[in-house]
């Protein structure tokens, strides 16, 4: 009886709670949507409530329910003067301008001011801008979208009619027929422009709803160690008991540790591929960083040491390399020095492999001496090339040993006579390169990644792939065969790639690591952060061309796997020295991509080719950057609709995000498509990579090896950086020309990757409290590797205390001697590394984590 009154009395306050809150709510209110301007930083569709129209309240304060998608970063991505426009099925459009520069209009449109779905930005072919633009019914079931420009240096306007997903031609109007019905309203302090519409009060509340809860989100996502003190005050060591529950394990990927290759922060020239000559083929070019670098031209990283440099282009050594070094002198011997990238590194003992195509133009035999040199003249090593008479090109080589350590020498070229010699792809390559293969990668870091045992290598990128625009979509026919033949191209990220690390170099590296290859290309659109081409990332290459990318794809297919003997493509790989298939298994298209319908149209184009000529190969599709959003759902949204393999998902995210989204992928279901997280990392503020943001995203490998059964595949990102060159961070591995800078964050990587497991293994955790924070901070995993026989059990503290954990292993026998590796250290510490060493296990005591650590047992059964 007593349980049925206290039931009766809970529903009895509910319902009246529930008629109090109604009574107390207006039935409607006024909604105020508009954009604040804010000088050059990123604004978006923002919103004020009022239940008057004179006096309103901010939803917020700065919290923008869509942003815009166009343009590059810092440069646009603004939303100018948003309209709002509620149709009369209920959904909402939006229309703003972008910038005073492009005849482009910009909407998107959205079933509850929530979520809003895919953006397009039609040109309009008349006008010179869109201004103002503002929306109206039409009699014939469509809108009227209306707008100013300042045509002909003239305040013009035009209108079409539109379903917003085809768009009629534009019609010039009268000037009195455009009507701003924008109207203008003080919002927190400041005069605003923007539509005023009256909508039930669910809607503003559920404006509301969605505020308070991003605003919460926040507040969870941005807890670091730097207040654990506070957060943790009094703190006692936490016990755990930890027992595997073996009866419920479960198969997982046994790929899900790989890495990601991008060439950013000059990880490919510079960095991974060995080539010590910077500009070797002498195409660096003013474009290559947006002409903002006077000093970044043909003749960069080069100088005449005696006589003149000239840059040439006439019948060069290959159309892909039409420039090349005219050095002359009359007076004397000329000399042309290089100095590398910011020096050129060498070894005492070691041997370098020193060629130029070289061509003497009085057609006379010469001599070509090649000289290292420190910066105080003293010879490190020389070696000569007899040059044959003739006006032809020539590819001539060499091999200097050097004579002693020096960080940053420099080579120099001296014709030993008179006049002009003409240089191109100039090289000099240490013949210790990773696994000794000639063209070949820099020992030292190749090795680092290959310590990793990344299970698969994700390449060339990244934003690389895609370009900035469609005339910089990487292109893989180009960066194969012989050097002199590969196109050099303009790197995403502002700098110039010679594409010696190119196709067969990234498979090749593949192979050498035992890692699966995984190539991404362009789904057809270029990065969805271009600045270059028109209407930059919304355009994509155009349909009539499209038979001709997909080809592309398809004959890369081939040229990995295809017989050597009976496929063209095949053939040309054997060439190249590599008769074996490469046995591609997995390809990428598209890359962070702003899914819209033109990126859907062309991606949906290349996946159906692919399956109906090679259905085993596996398509690695995108959700976009973020781990939420339009570009997620829509990108979901295109997988499920064509049953895409894998979908590749990034962020980058703070520590408390995956602090408070352990549960992120146990909601994914288990049918769909398979999860590939392509790009991650921990980000906190200045962007260090230290044992904090290492535990964290040790503490989301736990999580990922969990849901092993969905995320099959996972690589951190960025991978590589060098020093005084970097563009980004936190990055992996940093290096200068003469050191590898190993982080925490690679540590972790490095013990996911050394200790796999197939076999996921559940646990009952017993906790000594029910501290909701204390619990998230302290994370385990269990995994079996079926291969080895080994049972690997990992365990993250990310408390400023010790936890005391009893593994309870009785279902399981094995050898007492485990080995044991823990990394641990101050929260901050940038250069924390882990200790190994072998124990022995008592069945009754438990073990110590401490603060801030990771733990790792390895038990061979």
Known sequence: ???????????????????????????????????????????????????????????????????????????????????????????????????????????????????????????????????????????????????????????????????????????????????????????????????????????????????????????????????????????????????????????????????????????????????????????????????????????????????????????????????????????????????????????????YDCSAFVRIPSAKAGQLTWRLSDKNGNILGTASMKIPAGTNWKKLSAVITANATVADASLELIFEQQGSIHLDMVSLFPQKTFKNRKNGLRADLAQALADMKPKFLRFPGGCVAHGDGIANIYRWKTTIGPLEARKPMRNMWNYHQTTGLGYYEYFQFCEDMGAEPLPVLAAGVPCQNSSDGGAGQQCGIPMADMDEYVQDILDLIEWANGDAKTTHWGRLRAASGHPKSFNLKYIGIGNEDLITDIFEERFTMIFNAIKKKYPEIKVVGTSGPFYEGTDYVEGWGIARKL??????????????????????????????????????????????????????????????????????????????????????????????????????????????????????????????????????????????????????IRAVNLLPVTTHIRLNLDDFSGNSKVQKTILTGNPADRKAKPLTSEIQLQANTPEILPPYSLTVWRIRL
């Not at 011997?333 to 060498?346: D, T, Y």
């Not at 498509?673 to 990392?681: H, N, P, R």
């Not at 595949?713 to 005084?724: H, N, R, V």
């Open 643 to 792: 049953g895409v393999d894998m979908i590749d998902e990034h962020y980058y995210v703070p520590p408390g995000w995956f602090i408070h989204n352990q549960d992120y992928y146990d909601k994914y279901d288990r049918n769909g498509s398979k999860v590939y997280l392509g790009e991650y990392a921990s980000h906190l503020p200045g962007r260090p990579n230290n044992l904090e943001t290492a535990l964290s995203e040790a503490l989301h490998l736990n999580n990922l090896e969990r849901n092993g059964d969905v995320v099959a595949m996972s690589s951190y990102a960025p991978l590589f950086a060098k020093e005084g060159f970097t563009q980004w961070n936190p990055d992996l591995i940093y290096f200068t020309n003469t050191e590898v800078k190993l982080t925490p964050g690679y540590y972790v990587q490095h013990l996911y990757g050394n200790t796999p497991g197939d076999e996921y293994i559940p646990a009952d955790l017993q906790y000594s409290g029910n501290d909701a924070g204390v619990i998230k901070r302290i994370s385990t995993s269990i995994v079996k590797n079926t291969k080895t026989n080994e049972l690997i």
């Open 1 to 351: 009886m007593k349980q049925l009154t206290a039931l009766f009395l809970l529903c009895f306050f509910t319902i009246t709670g529930k008629s109090q809150r109604a009574a107390n709510r207006p039935d409607s209110a006024y909604l105020f949507a508009y954009s604040p301007e804010r000088g050059n930083a990123r604004t978006g569709l923002a919103f004020a409530w009022s239940n008057d129209g004179i006096s309103w309240n901010a939803i917020g304060p700065e919290h923008y329910f869509v942003y815009s998608d166009y343009g590059t970063w810092g440069a646009q991505k603004k939303m100018l003067k948003p309209f709002l426009f509620a149709g009369d099925d209920g959904t909402w459009h939006l229309v703003w301008s972008l910038n005073a520069n492009e005849n482009v209009l910009a909407h998107a449109a959205s079933p509850d001011l929530v979520y809003w779905g895919r953006q397009s930005y039609p040109q309009t072919s008349m006008g010179s801008n869109v201004a103002d633009p503002v929306i109206s019914s039409s009699s014939i079931g469509k809108y009227v979208v209306s707008w100013r420009s300042n045509a002909n240096n003239a305040n013009q306007a035009f209108s079409l009619a539109t379903d917003f997903k085809t768009f009629a031609s534009p019609q010039k109007i009268n000037a009195g027929e455009y009507i701003n019905k924008r109207v203008e309203a003080m919002v927190s302090g400041h005069k605003q422009t923007g539509t005023v519409h009256k909508v039930a009060f669910n809607r503003v509340e559920g404006l509301l709803n969605a505020q308070k809860n991003a605003q919460y989100q926040s507040t969870l996502l941005a807890e670091s160690a730097a207040t654990d003190h506070q957060r943790f005050a009094g703190l006692k060591p936490v016990d755990i008991t930890l027992t595997p529950i073996r009866a419920k394990s479960k198969k997982i990927s046994d790929l899900l540790v790989g890495a990601f290759f991008e060439d950013i922060n000059y990880a490919a020239d510079g960095g991974l591929y060995a080539e010590l000559v910077q500009n070797r083929d002498f195409e660096y070019h003013p474009a290559d960083k947006k002409y903002r670098d006077k000093n970044w031209n043909h003749q960069t990283a080069w100088r005449p040491g005696l006589g003149t440099l000239a840059i040439d282009s006439v019948s060069p050594v290959h159309p892909n390399n039409p420039h090349y070094a005219v050095l002359s002198y009359d007076l004397g011997k000329p000399v042309l020095v290089n100095e590398g990238f910011g020096g050129i590194a060498v070894k005492a003992g070691e041997k």
